[in-house]
């Protein structure tokens, strides 16, 4: 079963406003997790890097005010879009590595976010 | 600065065929490697994950091979099925178990009933 859930898998909202997007672990504690954003037949890009207890680490070129992030418990980390804008539409997804050395990550299932 | 290419960008097969999906990597100091599947307007599913000291790893019908210092791995399909459609993305780790992943930009395989 899912081992990362996100919440919701799609949103419509219009231009100006703000949406949030919750990214869930399952059962495991998650000190960090990771947000992506995909375009149409596009690989995944990494935003950010979500801490828990600390600011998040944004990857050049992606604005930490437009993109805040709240790393709110050692399971819940969220990702909000403010002043939302048509180009922002896209689908973003976030990450958990899985407890231990092994390296491997667990990703959630998505959400489409559109912007009219 | 870490690249991921994954060529041929698409690939259409009969139903049956095996398969081999290729993945490329600039630099050779990496932690591990994984292969996802994405299916269209979903999240990734994790397939194989091979750490750097590892040469290959097995599941069902799908073998993984790494070969670090040719910045190489391979997934292999064995008798593939159109259940297997989806995009198929590698990423490496350079190091460290909660290090940024680098993908590639993935491979969409049709397999024809």
């Known amino acids: 079963g899912a081992v990362v859930s996100q919440h919701p898998s799609w949103v419509i909202c219009k231009s100006g406003t703000s949406v949030k997007i919750e990214c869930r672990s399952l059962?495991?504690?998650?000190?960090?997790m990771f947000w992506y954003r995909q375009f149409p037949k596009q690989s995944l890009m990494l935003m950010a890097t979500?801490?828990?207890?600390?600011?998040?680490?944004?990857e050049q070129g992606v604005e930490k005010d437009k993109f805040l992030i709240n790393h709110a418990s050692l399971t819940l980390s969220t990702l909000t879009v403010t002043s939302a804008h048509p180009e922002d539409s896209s689908f973003y997804i976030c990450?958990?590595?899985?407890?231990?050395?092994?390296?491997?990550?667990?990703f959630g299932p998505g959400t489409r976010l559109t912007v009219t | 600065k870490q690249e991921v290419t994954q060529i041929p960008a698409a690939l259409s097969v009969p139903e049956g065929e095996n398969l081999v999906l290729n993945c490329s990597f600039t630099?050779?100091?990496?932690?591990?490697l994984q292969w996802f599947r994405q299916d269209p307007g979903k999240g990734l599913t994790s397939l194989l994950l091979i750490q750097s000291s590892q040469r290959e790893q097995t599941s069902g019908r799908l073998n993984a091979s790494l070969d670090k210092s040719s910045g190489r791995s391979t997934l292999y399909i064995a008798a593939s099925q159109p259940g297997d459609s989806a995009t198929y993305l590698c990423a490496v780790r350079p190091g460290g178990a909660n290090s940024k992943l680098t993908f590639g930009k993935g491979i969409t395989l049709s397999v024809r009933p």
């Open positions: 979500s801490n828990e207890g600390s600011k998040a680490t944004y």
């Open positions: 630099d050779s100091a990496i932690y591990n």
């Open positions: 059962d495991f504690q998650a000190t960090t």
């Open positions: 990450s958990a590595p899985k407890p231990g050395q092994s390296g491997e990550q667990y």
